[in-house]
């Protein structure tokens, strides 16, 4: 549409155009029921229908078994980083982290509060641009649970498989907040999933967690009720008042995907996009630079920065003349971010590779 841009934001970010249009439509009177979301009872029939449903298509776009709960929670990815070891373990148990970016990292850092966590495998020294190599991987067989973020947002690094996690509990557990839904994923691999909503499915507000159900009750005594997965799950998610609003939202974007032909066509749209993105950085002679490493490059955060640096203000500047904002690179790595997720038209990437090639005939 004319007036809209394309925005490039690492989160919160776009949201699909038929979803918005549709919030839109029955932000003031939703089906016929003479009030808008915002303004329902969370225990009503009507709100109690939304969030069914939101799960229900959820459970069918990421293949959710029946022994798996989803529980629509606050506080963003940032508090499960302390729900995780406050339900899965004791304050004195190892547990393991695989550290491959900032946001896996700062899970350690709040995952140390509450047991006793050891990073196995960091990529700091390489400044987060690979993964490991799984069977390199020294994991601790007393650990409680191995800890990974499967897409590193600032940094651009992705797990394209995942390891299995070799200790007493076999648990894997994963921070899926930057790639959720933007692919299939078989939730039996892991223990605990969780992602905010705001970069894939939704605005923020709302934390996503899909936890086996046989790992419930075990909270520490300590666990404040709003962070005890168990209470969550027998409530609901309507423990307390939840985030009514996002919850309806991520419901429009999992119906909207389930019609897109589910997860598999998604991840085919990403890849195109993606593949789009590193071509031309990478055809560009240097021009421009990605640095992670090819096989574990996001398909969602693209990192690049030019070989002339100086004229990256400029690039950021001329881009968003063209209606293309938030490129700028987090301000802890410096350089361009382009982030390419589910909503992202593939017209976006086109003008946005376009724009480059430009760019670069013009200052190379
Ligand atoms: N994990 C990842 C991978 C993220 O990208 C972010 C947010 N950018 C977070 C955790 C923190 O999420 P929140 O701001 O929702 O707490």
């Excluded at 499960?80 to 550290?99: E, G, R, S, W």
């Excluded at 309806?248 to 993105?277: Q, S, W």
């Excluded at 361009?336 to 589910?342: E, K, L, T, W």
Aim: aromatic share 10%; hydrophobic share 40%.
């Amino acid at each position: 549409q004319e007036d809209r841009v394309f925005n490039f934001a690492a989160g919160p970010a776009n949201l699909p155009e038929k979803v918005l249009l549709k919030a839109q439509s029955e932000l003031y009177n939703w089906r016929g029921s003479g009030m808008g979301v915002m303004e329902m009872s969370h225990r009503g029939k009507e709100f109690k229908s939304i969030i069914e449903k939101a799960e229900s298509d959820l459970r069918a776009l990421l293949n959710i078994p029946q022994e798996y709960s989803v529980l629509f929670l606050q506080g963003g990815a940032t508090t499960q980083f302390a729900a995780v070891p406050l339900n899965l373990c004791t304050p004195n148990d190892p547990v393991d982290y695989i550290v491959t970016g900032s946001w896996g990292d700062k899970a350690f850092k709040e995952a140390q509060k509450f047991c006793n966590p050891q990073v196995i495998w960091s990529g700091k020294a390489e400044k987060y641009t690979k993964i490991p190599n799984f069977d390199a991987l020294e994991q601790n067989p007393d650990a409680k649970y191995l800890h990974i973020c499967a897409n590193e947002t600032i940094h651009g690094v992705e797990f394209k498989e995942y390891p299995s996690a070799k200790n007493s509990t076999g648990i894997l557990v994963a921070d899926m907040s930057s790639n959720f839904c933007s692919k299939p994923v078989d939730v039996t691999r892991f223990g605990v999933i969780y992602a905010g909503a705001q970069k894939n499915v939704g605005p923020s507000g709302v934390t996503i967690v899909i936890v086996r159900k046989d790992l419930l009750g075990n909270a520490q005594d300590k666990t404040p009720v709003m962070l005890d997965y168990k209470i969550h799950d027998e409530n609901n998610s309507l423990y307390n008042t939840p985030p009514c609003y996002c919850i309806y939202m991520c419901g429009l974007v999992f119906e909207y995907l389930l019609e897109l032909g589910g997860l598999n066509e998604v991840e085919k749209m990403n890849r195109k996009k993606a593949e789009l993105l590193y071509n031309v950085i990478d055809g560009s002679n240097g021009f421009y630079k990605c640095p992670v490493e090819k096989s574990v490059r996001s398909f969602m955060n693209v990192p690049f920065t030019l070989e002339k640096s100086d004229l990256e203000a400029e690039f950021v500047k001329e881009a968003a003349k063209e209606k293309m904002v938030q490129l700028k690179g987090h301000r802890s790595v410096g350089g361009m971010r382009a982030s390419i997720y589910n909503a992202m038209p593939l017209a976006g990437v086109e003008k946005l590779v376009a724009f480059m090639k430009d760019f670069q005939a013009k200052h190379a």
